[in-house]
């Protein structure tokens, strides 16, 4: 009774739907209001520097950018030190800075961490 039993619980699970997912192949479903890695549009940043004064972890730094319109400062952001709060996002003025939904930055270095304006795509 109890072999039968113990065939019968190992079976249960045999065929049970796995909990989890081939990853990378297979992803999971985010939610909408899922918070990642930062994108920005370079053509309508206005380098208020908005993004950078509200950050409560110093996570982003103005610094000098190429432009088709000459230097400008723009955001670079440490996802090291990110906390995905989106105030950044929430602050800025022209919506310029947004979260996507992408949340791969695996790196060997912490320098790979820290990305440029133009790295923000
Ligand atoms: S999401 Fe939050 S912690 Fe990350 S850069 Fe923006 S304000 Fe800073
Ligand atoms: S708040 Fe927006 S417009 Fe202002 S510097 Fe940051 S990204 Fe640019």
């Known amino acids: 009774m109890t072999i039968l039993k113990g065939i019968y619980e190992v ?3 045999v ?3 796995p ?3 081939e990853y990378p192949e297979h992803k999971e479903n985010l939610a909408d209001n899922y918070r990642g890695i930062h994108k920005l ?3 309508t940043c206005i380098s208020c520097g908005a993004c950078a ?3 409560p972890n110093q996570t982003i730094d103005m610094v000098d950018t190429e432009t088709d319109k000459g230097t400008k400062k723009m955001p670079q952001v440490n996802l090291d ?4 709060c989106a105030l950044c996002e929430e602050v800025c003025p022209t919506q310029c800075l947004i ?3 992408d ?5 060997y270095d912490r320098r790979d961490y820290v990305r440029r304006p133009e790295d923000l795509k």
């Not at 030190?81 to 995905?84: I, M, N, T, V, W």
């Not at 949340?103 to 790196?107: F, G, Q, R, S």
């Open 11 to 13: 079976g249960k699970e």
């Open 15 to 17: 065929l049970k739907k």
């Open 19 to 21: 909990s989890t997912l």
């Open 41 to 43: 549009d370079m053509k």
């Open 53 to 55: 004064r509200i950050c």
């Open 81 to 84: 030190r990110c906390l995905f």
């Open 99 to 101: 979260l996507t939904k």
């Open 103 to 107: 949340y791969e930055y695996e790196a």
